[in-house]
C-alpha cells in the first residue's frame, strides 16, 4: 500500500488532501516536526529528510508535494481529477504557477512572520504582498467566469491553488479579494478536505 510520510502542519497537506479526494488506500505516517523526528533516516525516506514523501506500491520514493499531487491525479486519472492526456496545457500552467510563482511569494511573508520581531526586514514582506496582489490577476481572470481554474469541475490544480490562497489568507494577504476568497472557500467546504484535517 502506498504510504504517506507527512505532517499536518507541513506543504504534505496537500497531498493527504488528494489521496483523501482519490479515496484510494494508504497509509500515512506522521512525523513530529517539533522534536526533530523527520530527521531521522530510519523514520523519514525523504532524501533530504523533509516531508512530504508518498513512498508507492512498488517502493519508488517521491518528494515535492506538488508533484505528488499531480501524480495522484495522473495515476488514478478516472477519478477525474486531471483532463486527458494531452488537454492537459492549462491544467499544467495552474500547476506550475501556484508552485514557482505564487507559493515562494506567500513563503516570504510568512517566514518574515516567524522571525523575531526585531530581526524582520517589512521591506521584504511588503515587496512580497504587493508582488503577490499583481499575479493574482491571471487567476481572477480565470475564475470570472466559471467555479474553478478549468471550467465547472474541480481538478487538482485547484486543490493547490487553493492550499496557496488558504495559506496566504492567514498571512492576511487576500484582504478585498472576495471572488478568490469564496473560490478558497469553495474548495475548502469539500468533505475530502475535512476528512484530511481530521
Ligand atoms: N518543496 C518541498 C518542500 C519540502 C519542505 O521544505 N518541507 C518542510 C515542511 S513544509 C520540511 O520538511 N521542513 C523541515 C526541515 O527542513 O527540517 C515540497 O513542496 O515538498
Known amino acids: 500500500m502506498m504510504k504517506l510520510y507527512f505532517n499536518k502542519f507541513s506543504r504534505?497537506?496537500?497531498?493527504?488532501?488528494m489521496l483523501e479526494e482519490l479515496?484510494?488506500?494508504?497509509?500515512c505516517v506522521t512525523l513530529d516536526m517539533r522534536t526533530g523526528e523527520h530527521r531521522d533516516p530510519a523514520k523519514n525516506p525523504h532524501p533530504l529528510l523533509k516531508v512530504p514523501a508518498l513512498?508507492?506500491?512498488?517502493?519508488?520514493?517521491?518528494?515535492?508535494?506538488?508533484?505528488?499531487?499531480?501524480?495522484?491525479?495522473?495515476?488514478y486519472a478516472d477519478k477525474g481529477f486531471?483532463?486527458?492526456?494531452?488537454q492537459r496545457g492549462r491544467f499544467y500552467q495552474w500547476c506550475f504557477y501556484v508552485q514557482v510563482t505564487l507559493e515562494p511569494e506567500v513563503y516570504a511573508v510568512f517566514t518574515q512572520s516567524?522571525?523575531?520581531?526585531?530581526?524582520?526586514?517589512?521591506?521584504?514582506?511588503?515587496?512580497?504582498?504587493?508582488k503577490?496582489?499583481?499575479?493574482?490577476?491571471?487567476?481572477r481572470a480565470a475564475l470570472a467566469d466559471s467555479p474553478y481554474l478549468l471550467g465547472d469541475s474541480f481538478m487538482a490544480c485547484d486543490l493547490l491553488m487553493a492550499g496557496v490562497l488558504i495559506w496566504a489568507r492567514g498571512l492576511g494577504m487576500l484582504e478585498g479579494e472576495t471572488a478568490l476568497l469564496a473560490y478558497a472557500d469553495r474548495c475548502a467546504a469539500r468533505p475530502a478536505r475535512a476528512r484530511s484535517l481530521a
Do not use: C, K, N, Y
Request: aromatic share 4%; charged share 25%.
Open 55 to 75: 513512498v508507492e506500491d512498488d517502493g519508488t520514493v517521491l518528494m515535492e508535494s506538488h508533484a505528488i499531487v499531480v501524480h495522484l491525479a495522473d495515476r
Open 82 to 86: 486531471i483532463p486527458p492526456s494531452g
Open 132 to 139: 503577490f496582489a499583481t499575479l493574482l490577476g491571471p487567476v
Open 114 to 130: 516567524r522571525i523575531p520581531e526585531g530581526e524582520r526586514q517589512p521591506a521584504i514582506a511588503e515587496a512580497a504582498r504587493a
Open 23 to 27: 479515496g484510494v488506500p494508504f497509509e
Open 12 to 17: 504534505g497537506s496537500r497531498d493527504l488532501w
